[in-house]
């Protein structure tokens, strides 16, 4: 799907400048959420590509972020956001939504009882 080493690069970027940061008693104001920012991005970086999709809003947080306080972390974060918007779905994305809507029209048609629709429909949404 997507390269995550900017994730990464960016990650790495903001706990080196925020542990410098750290070295002075102002610096900690920003430099510990600069830390917690990076590690957050590194997090990101290991997580399967369809959860990181689920994690989009904090990547573009920690980004803006980023911008204010690690600016070189916070245009890699910017990039990779943007990246993840341009992707479009693939075809096996939307295959959960076809089988319930097939699930959804024997319920209607009384093919399937409510109980087994609720069952199935758990199976599918993986609940």
Do not use: Q
């Amino acid at each position: 799907m997507t390269d995550k080493a900017l994730l990464k690069a960016a990650g790495i970027i903001a706990i080196v400048f925020g542990i410098i940061c750290c070295l002075t008693i102002i610096g900690l104001l920003w430099g510990i959420p600069l830390i917690i920012g990076g590690y957050k991005f590194n997090e990101y970086s290991m997580l399967e590509d369809e959860e990181v999709l689920n994690h989009k809003s904090g990547i573009l947080g920690w980004s803006i972020f980023f911008i204010f306080f690690s600016f070189i972390s916070g245009i890699l974060g910017l990039i990779y956001y943007f990246g993840l918007n341009n992707i479009k779905p693939e075809k096996g994305d939307l295959t959960y939504i076809e089988e319930l809507e097939r699930l959804k029209k024997l319920l209607d048609e009384k093919a399937i009882t409510k109980a087994e629709y609720d069952k199935k429909k758990k199976e599918i949404l993986g609940e």
